[in-house]
């Protein structure tokens, strides 16, 4: 018993195939990189957040390495000196940052019943840049905290020139 195997491809599929490739060919490639924000973006996403009142700095511990390969998963630990007493405690703690696509990275709500005035996470930063969190107590006082972190780039990831 002899089988044939027929090819179904009509020269009219093939030609508007072809043309179909031809006109991809001929579209120009956009690639778009998000826009970083700046130091000045992360002024204006404080002055946001505190409006007229004054940031004091000092209560506010912030721990980031100073140094990172990897800027995808960079730990982060936010701890705020705050007995968490009914009368006396973190509202919210807000992350800041001078160089990812947004200023703001986080917003973490708190109340007296939280027992200690810490958050922990991993974040991400596309550059070296400067990292401030800032604090709201419950006697509706500000109070920040910064730290300079060194992004490195992978081996992987460098542009060969």
Known sequence: MKMMFRNHISRRHLLQ????AA?????????TRPMSATPAMLASAIRDLV?????KVGKVKLEIPPLVENGNTV?????????MTSDDYV???HVFNEKNPQPNIGNFHLGPRAG???VATRIRLADSQKV????????????SGSVDVIV?????TEEVP
């Open 17 to 20: 195939f072809a043309s179909s």
């Open 23 to 31: 006109v991809c060919s001929a579209l120009p490639v956009v690639t």
């Open 51 to 55: 409006g007229e009142a004054t940031v």
């Open 75 to 83: 730990p982060m630990t936010v701890t705020i000196d705050s007995p």
């Open 91 to 93: 509202k919210s703690i």
């Open 116 to 118: 200690r005035a810490k």
């Open 132 to 143: 401030t969190a800032v604090a709201q107590l419950s006697d509706g006082s500000f109070w």
């Open 152 to 156: 490195t780039l992978a081996a992987c």
